[in-house]
C-alpha cells in the first residue's frame, strides 16, 4: 500500500522553539507539498517541491522554511515557533501530471504552539 | 490566487436522503477533483473531471464538471452514515498545484 508518512500525529512545542516535520513517501513521486489547514481557511499551500534540492513558496511561506535533500524526504522546518502556528499539517506527494493522478496526502500533524 | 468557493460550508442530513454540494471558480479549471477527509486523516482522493460537461459515478456519488469547466458538483443518492466527512474540491490551472476550496462538511444522522 503507497503511502505518504509524517512522523508525528500530535505535537505541543513552546512559541520560539524551532520545530521539525518531516515526511516520507514511498511512491518515487517527484513533486512534494506542506500545506497547513484552518477552520473557515481550507487548505493553504506553504512551500512545494518539484525535485530533489529544489523548493518554492507557496501562498503563505512567512515564517517556514524547508528541505528536500532526498527524493523521498520532505521537511517543513519552523525556525521559531508561534502561537499563529498551532495548525493541522499536511504533507502531500504526487507524480505529474496531477490532474491525472491527484495528491496522495499523508495523516497530518497536529500542532500546537503554547 | 485562484479561489475556489464551496457550499454549503455544513451540512446535516438524515440517512437516505439525498443532496449535492457545489464548488465554483471565476477560472477556468485545467482539471478538478473531489477529495473526502475524515477526522484526523489526510484527504483522500475520490475522482477527476478534466472534459467540460463530464460526469461521473462513483457507486452512490454523482460528480458534474461544469460545460464551461468553472464549476463542479458532488451529487450523494440515499446518503449513509459512512458518507460523513469533509468533502474538498480542488483545482488545477495548468501547473502542478492544487488549490484547494474550503470544504463542506457533511454529517449523516444515522
Known amino acids: 500500500d503507497v503511502k505518504v508518512t509524517q512522523s508525528s500525529r500530535y505535537l505541543v512545542k513552546r512559541t520560539g522553539e524551532k520545530v521539525f516535520l518531516e515526511c516520507v513517501q514511498d511512491m518515487d513521486h517527484e513533486n512534494m507539498f506542506w500545506y497547513r489547514q484552518d477552520p473557515g481557511l481550507g487548505l493553504r499551500l506553504i512551500y512545494f517541491?518539484?525535485?530533489?534540492?529544489?523548493?518554492e513558496k507557496g501562498d503563505i511561506p512567512e515564517g517556514y522554511s524547508v528541505s528536500r535533500e532526498k527524493k523521498e524526504r520532505f521537511s517543513l522546518i519552523l525556525e521559531s515557533a508561534s502561537t499563529n502556528q498551532t495548525s493541522m499539517y499536511l504533507c502531500a506527494s504526487s507524480t505529474a501530471p496531477v490532474g491525472n493522478y491527484g495528491y496522495t496526502f499523508g495523516s497530518g500533524t497536529r500542532l500546537t504552539v503554547v | 490566487t485562484q479561489l475556489l468557493e464551496q457550499s454549503p460550508q455544513f451540512l446535516s442530513i438524515q440517512e437516505g436522503e439525498n443532496l449535492t454540494v457545489y464548488c465554483n471558480s471565476s477560472?477556468?479549471?485545467?482539471?478538478l477533483q473531489w477529495y473526502r477527509q475524515e477526522p484526523g486523516e489526510g484527504p483522500v482522493l475520490l475522482v477527476t473531471?478534466?472534459?467540460?460537461?463530464e460526469v461521473k459515478k462513483l457507486k452512490r456519488l454523482t460528480f458534474q464538471f461544469g460545460d464551461a469547466r468553472k464549476d463542479s458538483s458532488l451529487h450523494i443518492t440515499a446518503a449513509q452514515p459512512g458518507d460523513t466527512g469533509l468533502y474538498l474540491c480542488?483545482?488545477?490551472?495548468?501547473?502542478?498545484?492544487?488549490?484547494f476550496g474550503t470544504g463542506t462538511r457533511l454529517t449523516i444522522i444515522p
Open positions: 480542488a483545482g488545477t490551472f495548468g501547473n502542478e498545484k492544487l488549490t
Open positions: 473531471v478534466v472534459t467540460g460537461g
Open positions: 477560472s477556468v479549471f485545467s482539471s
Open positions: 517541491s518539484y525535485d530533489v534540492k529544489m523548493k
